[in-house]
């Protein structure tokens, strides 16, 4: 069974940082890109990062590029996100994903993800 737990959420002031974790197991993870897809406060769900099994390709979304980065360390079976320069608008349950065919051109949307984690909250503000 394949199970994604994430952690690492929490309040933060805007310019901060977090670095949300999310553990894998029920996988070959090293197998399998994995991604990462966040839900605003009343919105729909947002892709916002992914990266190719061996960990050798990255993409982002417009919105995070340049602020977030996305690794993984395949010995540990562990995805994470480092989140720089937050922002309010970044507040939202972010969840790690697997379950994709990987590409460093293409504009994910939530649909495209087989495997959910159950979600970090992350709230941005003063």
């Known amino acids: 069974e394949v199970q994604l737990v994430e952690s690492g959420g929490g309040l933060v002031q805007p310019g901060g940082s977090l670095r949300l974790s999310c553990a894998a197991s029920?996988?070959?993870?090293?197998?399998?890109?994995m991604g990462w897809v966040r839900q605003a406060p009343g919105k729909g769900f947002e892709w916002i990062s992914a990266?190719?099994?061996?960990?050798?390709?990255?993409t982002y979304a417009d919105s995070v590029k340049g602020r977030f980065t996305i690794s993984r360390d395949n010995a540990r079976n562990t995805l994470y996100l480092q989140m720089n320069s937050l922002k309010p608008e970044d507040t939202g349950v972010y969840f790690c994903?697997?379950?994709?065919?990987?590409?460093?051109?293409?504009?994910?949307?939530?649909?495209?993800?087989?495997?959910w984690g159950q979600g970090t909250q992350v709230t941005v503000s003063s």
């Open positions: 990266i190719n099994s061996g960990g050798s390709s990255t």
């Open positions: 994903t697997s379950d994709f065919h990987y590409s460093a051109t293409y504009h994910y949307t939530a649909d495209d993800f087989g495997s």
């Open positions: 029920g996988f070959t993870f090293s197998s399998y890109a």
